[in-house]
């Protein structure tokens, strides 16, 4: 369920998967099976929502081992291959995309103006996300008789993607009627989706800083004296809620993976280490730990969190049952109430009150796979309301968009707090205290203002990079945009830092107009930034 919204239920949720898993059938759906008839959007949207969140998990998985939020997987160690990605790809060209482009033609032959314009937004949503992630992608002939699509220019996508918004916030004011049950993310609110709208383009305004600043500086600066509706409350967030459901699977992908016998991977050492450091109560919230005692390597002499540095390659020990695993944060699994025995009188915000003690070698010794291993109603957060004042931050900061960049931080921070917050309280962990929640953004913010002008913007990006755990795409984003924040040094790298995402292997191969460039294209990937990062 949306924070403030009534919940979707679980057998809801049932019926979209369902629906989800079979939407190239949507396009045919029938009132008499030999006699197709145009399909019925209030089902084929929701079958797009489900495809563009499910797809996500895999870019994500990728974005979040660059930034070092994790310390597994290929490109943890900056090494890719057209496998790598390939099935978000395919979802998100042979599912998610034609199926937004169906419901544009058809609302738009109907006058179903609401559905046409949020699948505009979703549209425009998806493709800045992939020209981000692999800058030239098939745009103008993604869809239709193109046997062999082309690659547009990511910065012409861009600036389609602009007039996009627009027509789907002018859409909206035509008419705007929508089923609230077949609108997985708002349940068809229109103000909600006006504040999706005037958000992205506040962030894809931010994302060509670099590249554009005059544009970037007039895009926004226009959003904010316009008074647009943007994202100002964490009820509006622009975030996928899973269920709790096992058969078929709706939980967090974070849930499934690392409460399984496979534990998922590694958690960040650097992540780890740099939420204990600053005294952030996050730290409880992000990682679990399954031994109070663990220590790095397997060793019985540490604190429980054994996770590893960036890099490592090394083969994994027998540690399914000691390694230290996502928190409830964002995929609901499981708070740490243990004791974390190294905290110090220093540790204001993160310390031990209302702590399980964990003196003994099995006290904190957990049993998983049981009904109180959490629930897996974890969220996916795309465009919140923390982010959005991160941006406003970063604008004033280096746009001069004559907002405080120090108050836009505090209150950055204190809406991620309370989204970590709440997603515990609804899933069996502890309430993080207003008082915690207030004192450390305040905490951020004074350490900002003492900052010099490079160390104000190294805060505000550390902060955003722990924030953003959970969506590693838009932290790969900033990453490249900004060199911040400083990440740690690989242990094994296996490549270069990788500044775009592979290609699926399958376009590669098939596509005639790439096929006999295909190895120079794919190395490009590697090595050539995206047009806003130049």
Known sequence: MMKGKYRVSDILLLVLIFLASSCSDFVDINDDPNNPTTPTLSLLLPSTQLSMAGHFNNINAGGSSVVQHFASGSLNRWSQSGTSFSSAWSGFYTGTIPDLETIIRVGTAQEQWGYVAIAKLQKAYLYSIMVDLWGDVPYSEAVGDFANPKLDKGEDIYNSLFALIDEALADMDKSFTVVAASDVFYQGSKANWQRMGNSLKLKMFNQIRVSDPARAAAGIKALLASNAPLISDNAQDFTFQYGTNVTPN???????????????????????????????????????????????????NGEGYYGREPGDGAAAPADLNTRALVGIYPAAGLYDNGTIKTLTASHQFLNNTGAVSTTSSNSFKISLFTSGDGTGAGI???????????????????????????????????????????????????????TTISGFSNKVKAEFIAAGTTGKMNVLMTQKWIA?????????????????????????????????????????????????????IQRAQQTLPVFWDK
């Not at 992000?286 to 005692?293: D, H, L, S, T």
């Not at 984003?477 to 490549?495: E, F, H, K, M």
């Open 250 to 300: 709706a939980r967090h992908p974070w849930f499934t993976s690392w409460y399984s016998t496979g534990r998922g991977g590694y958690t960040s050492m650097q992540l780890i280490n740099k939420l204990k450091d600053s005294d952030d109560p996050r730290l409880r919230y992000y990682i679990f730990r399954q031994n109070a005692n663990v220590g790095l390597a397997n060793s019985m």
């Open 380 to 434: 996916l957060p795309l465009i919140t309301h923390s982010m959005v004042k991160f941006i406003r931050a970063e604008a004033a900061l280096t746009l001069d968009t004559g907002e405080d960049a120090g108050l836009l931080l505090a209150e950055a921070v204190a809406a991620q707090l309370n989204s970590v917050s709440t997603l515990a309280s609804r899933n069996k962990g502890n309430v993080m205290p207003a």
């Open 468 to 520: 953003l755990f959970g969506n590693g795409v838009e932290s790969y984003n900033d990453y490249r945009r900004t060199g911040l924040p400083v990440l740690g040094d690989l242990v094994a790298p296996l490549d270069v830092f990788p500044m775009r995402y592979y290609y699926s292997e399958t376009e590669m191969t098939s596509n005639e107009t790439l096929i006999n460039d295909r190895e120079s």
